[in-house]
T-cell receptor, first 115, second 112 residues
């Protein structure tokens, strides 16, 4: 299957700082990538849809000014958590859709801990 | 609002038996259905996809879809301890432009 790489896999930061998470499709071009967030013992919640070359589409309740998404190329999307607070601590997972079948392939996830 | 419902479990199954995982969805326009396996602390891994009514088999896994009943299931034959994980049901609406809607997952435990 397609490979999606996510970096960093874990990060600890101080409250008020910003953190950038990268998502790369390694062996295919992804015009659309998706960012999910998962709290402990909860399911994945879609945060936003990232489209190459255009603005991201955010789900209801997700602050676009806090979670900045950039999809500058067909293989890279980034999520920046700005002015992070402890309640932003979560497991952030990106995914990209396979072009042929529409199956979603996930990155390894990034665990963010805000102190 | 689109909803995907799963029994959270835990579902405990003896090793070697068949594990049956169930999922219902609310959006009748849903077209694509997926089962993902997620180990604790890891990201989901695609197990099966199914797009039309009936059964689809892949090794020890069988996905079953009934669009009229808005029901999709996953059977795991000859369950192994390594199958112990949370299984997420995911659904995509007609058109395919949206990200998947996930259920909360069923925690499966295979007892040696």
């Amino acid at each position: 299957g397609a490979v999606v790489s996510q970096h960093p896999s874990w990060v600890i930061c101080k409250s008020g700082t910003s953190v950038k998470i990268e998502c790369r499709s390694l062996d295919f071009q992804a015009t659309t990538m998706f960012w999910y967030r998962q709290f402990p013992k909860q399911s994945l919640m879609l945060m936003a849809t990232s489209n190459e070359g255009s603005k991201a589409t955010y789900e209801q309740g997700v602050e676009k000014d806090k979670f900045l998404i950039n999809h500058a190329s067909l293989t890279l999307s980034t999520l920046t958590v700005t002015s992070a607070h402890p309640e932003d601590s979560s497991f952030y997972i990106c995914s990209a859709r396979g072009l042929r079948t529409g199956e979603l392939f996930f990155g390894e996830g990034s665990r963010l801990t805000v102190l | 609002q689109k909803e995907v419902e799963q029994n959270s479990g835990p579902l405990s199954v003896p090793e070697g038996a068949i594990a049956s995982l169930n999922c219902t969805y609310s959006d009748r326009g849903s077209q694509s259905f997926f089962w993902y396996r997620q180990y604790s602390g890891k990201s989901p891994e695609l197990i099966m996809s199914i797009y039309s009514n009936g059964d689809k088999e892949d090794g020890r896994f069988t996905a079953q879809l009934n669009k009229a009943s808005q029901y999709v299931s996953l059977l795991i034959r000859d369950s192994q301890p390594s199958d112990s994980a949370t299984y997420l049901c995911a659904v995509r609406a007609r058109g395919g432009a949206d990200g998947l809607t996930f259920g909360k997952g069923t925690h499966l435990i295979i007892q040696p």
